[in-house]
């Protein structure tokens, strides 16, 4: 069983940065995918960003070149640095795992995700 909590989330100036942790219980967190996805009221929740264990990224065409997801195994958390962010960024922000494969059409799809965090409420002013 893993408990992801997330933090880090607020308000925030257009152009502004912020950086959203999600921190794991769990002895096998190392060896998970963990994505990152977003929903803004009346959206579906959409794909942001995912890392696996070895380290390889994958991220959402609108934030690629603005956010940076990381690992961090030894404190079993993973990050996302938002940089350059848009009012159309905001939305509630939610990290999830899974155990098993991780290609990109996999991790993509929050279907495909066992676990999942409570969320942390990102608001970007224009």
């Known amino acids: 069983q893993v408990q992801l909590v997330e933090s880090g989330g607020g308000l925030v100036q257009a152009g502004g940065s912020l950086r959203l942790s999600c921190a794991a219980s769990g002895r096998t967190f190392s060896m998970y995918p963990v994505g990152w996805f977003r929903q803004a009221p009346g959206k579906e929740r959409e794909f942001v960003a995912a890392?696996?264990?070895?380290?390889?990224?994958y991220y959402q065409d609108s934030v690629e070149g603005r956010f940076t997801i990381s690992r961090n195994n030894a404190k079993n958390t993973v990050y996302l640095q938002m940089n350059s962010l848009k009012p159309d960024d905001t939305a509630v922000y939610f990290c999830?795992?899974?155990?098993?494969?991780?290609?990109?059409?996999?991790?993509?799809?929050?279907?495909?995700?066992?676990?999942w965090g409570q969320g942390t409420q990102v608001t970007v002013s224009s």
């Open positions: 999830a795992a899974r155990e098993g494969g991780s290609a990109y059409s996999t991790l993509t799809q929050k279907m495909n995700y066992k676990y």
């Open positions: 890392i696996n264990w070895n380290g390889t990224t």
